[in-house]
């Protein structure tokens, strides 16, 4: 597919030409571009933003600032875009909410706890990680866009995307503030750079009104963003 | 849970790195050095110091099975935490933040300080 310059209509977020084959099943796409900056400035493949980049972002800005949509929303919009794979996660993240012991299974060794689920990952080892209320948990290949698959399904386009791996590693909460989570300074927030052997997942926060509540009911409130660590899980009331 | 889903939980997938060169706690410095070639270690880190969060094992050393060659011997894999106050001058977040990822024992050398 030949694309010129303004062709922005093409253009999706993710999609900077690069030599990315996610046509494989593996789960680390290894891409050798480890020669970038990590900072949007110094992006030399990408370029600056396109027109209707710039006008997107303003469009979406000025609907959140009337209070037409939220940030949220068109986050939950674009995973809905996104989520045509079925994942494990949720399943595994359920379970450790309502069986301690089974937690403690998944925080000490995440790869031998999945697959008493059933979902074999691929990658040597599983890494979770838990949100607490004094730590949140964010995930990112800045390399290139290792991902549990084998739990997760397909990253999304975002994950992959040059906006996301180079900027969260430096302004993680501004970029969880594009995602609707704010969150307050007395939250440390840990960032997770995936760029070797491990794969992780986000254990989010069990929400309060969820006492009670089956594992499947439990697993319906999480997201793959979720897991990845740039939404929470909320019940509204 | 079926046997076999028993007996996969039981079965730790830890690959142990009996003989490793650092401990958790150990404060450490990525290398700053810029070789050509296929490196797992993002630029940004090099030359910032953290510590020892965890070591993750022995793994094949990617740098050689991007070429073809066997990684072997296996290289220990560690997570190392940075204060990101630390890692990006003028971090806009609070002083806690903190950014972790893994780093092979090739591109740890003790901390200075």
Redesign the interface.
């Known amino acids: 597919m030949s694309k010129t310059p303004h062709d922005y209509y093409a253009r999706k977020p993710g999609d900077h030409h690069d030599h990315h084959d996610h046509s494989h099943a593996h789960d680390h796409d290894?891409d050798?571009d480890?020669?970038?900056?990590?900072n949007p400035a110094n992006e030399h493949d990408n370029g600056p933003p396109g027109d209707y980049e710039i006008m997107s972002r303003a469009m979406q800005e000025l609907l959140e600032q009337k209070g037409v949509i939220t940030a949220a929303q068109v986050a939950k919009r674009m995973e809905l875009f996104d989520e045509e794979f079925p994942y494990h996660g949720a399943q595994v993240v359920a379970r450790a909410w309502v069986d301690a012991a089974f937690k403690q299974?998944l925080l000490a060794?995440g790869?031998?706890?999945c697959?008493?689920?059933?979902a074999m990952l691929e990658a040597?080892?599983l890494?979770a990680v838990e949100n607490t209320p004094d730590t949140h948990n964010v995930i990112v290949c800045?390399?290139c866009s290792c991902y549990p698959r084998a739990l997760l399904g397909m990253p999304p386009t975002w994950y992959k995307s040059r906006n996301y791996r180079s900027r969260v590693?430096?302004?993680?909460?501004?970029v969880l503030k594009e995602f609707g989570t704010e969150l307050p300074?007395s939250v440390?927030?840990?960032?997770?750079?995936?760029?070797?052997?491990?794969r992780y997942l986000v254990v989010p926060m069990r929400p309060q009104g969820t006492e009670g509540w089956s594992e499947e009911k439990l697993a319906g409130l999480l997201s793959r963003d979720m897991l990845v660590g740039v939404t929470v899980p909320r019940v509204s009331a | 849970?079926s046997a076999a889903?028993?007996e996969?939980?039981?079965?730790?997938?830890?690959?142990p790195a009996p003989v490793h060169r650092y401990s958790v706690g150990d404060k450490v410095a990525v290398k700053r050095s810029f070789p050509p070639g296929?490196?797992?270690?993002?630029?940004?880190?090099r030359g910032k110091q953290g510590v020892i969060e965890r070591i993750?094992?022995a793994?094949p050393n990617?740098e050689e099975l991007?070429y073809g060659f066997d990684g072997l011997p296996a290289k220990v894999?560690y997570?190392v935490r940075f204060l990101?106050t630390h890692?990006?001058p003028g971090?806009?977040?609070?002083a806690?933040?903190?950014?972790?990822?893994?780093?092979?024992e090739h591109w740890l050398e003790p901390a200075a300080t």
């Open positions: 290894h050798h480890d020669h970038q900056q990590p299974r060794d790869r031998a706890a697959a008493e689920m059933g040597e080892r890494i800045t390399l590693v430096f302004e993680p909460r501004a300074d440390a927030v840990r960032v997770h750079d995936s760029n070797a052997d491990m | 849970m889903h028993h996969a939980s039981l079965k730790s997938t830890y690959t296929h490196r797992r270690t993002p630029q940004y880190i993750c094992g793994y990617p991007a894999l997570r990101q890692v990006w971090y806009a977040g609070p806690n933040d903190i950014i972790e990822m893994e780093i092979f």
